[in-house]
């Protein structure tokens, strides 16, 4: 009932800046949170960063605290994961992801099963 689509993925080195986008489509009324992880090779995937779709919840994994910021535009359906001063332990596929406010709110954003709707995931590379 929801397509996502993210970009902003990209080559850079060690301390560089990018821009993940994820727009959403479809019927988007009946998700109530976006979320951003990342899967590196050899890796489980892991949580970076969500937001819900109104209110001011934002919550983000301990490792990228102080250098991301997860934020949204409503009118055109997009969030957004600014990354700053990236490092090499940074590379992975990261995917934006949807999902339902249920019985326990926003308390688990940071769980995937919060989710149930996945893009196709953009590639972050950051060289030493």
């Known amino acids: 009932q929801v397509q996502l689509v993210e970009s902003g993925g990209g080559l850079v080195q060690a301390g560089e800046t990018l821009r993940l986008s994820c727009v959403a489509s479809g019927r988007t009324f009946s998700s109530a949170v976006v979320g951003w992880f990342r899967q590196a090779p050899g890796k489980e995937r892991e949580f970076v960063a969500a937001i819900t779709w109104t209110g001011t919840t934002t919550v983000y994994a301990l490792s990228v605290k102080c250098r991301f910021t997860i934020s949204r535009d409503n009118a055109k359906s997009t969030v957004y994961l600014q990354m700053n001063s990236l490092k090499p332990e940074d590379t992975a596929v990261y995917y934006c992801?949807?999902?339902?406010?249920?019985?326990?709110?926003?308390?688990?954003?940071?769980?995937?099963?919060?989710?149930?709707?996945w893009g196709q995931g953009t590639q972050v590379t950051v060289s030493s």
């Open positions: 992801a949807t999902g339902a406010l249920g019985l326990y709110g926003d308390t688990f954003l940071h769980e995937e099963s919060q989710y149930d709707t």
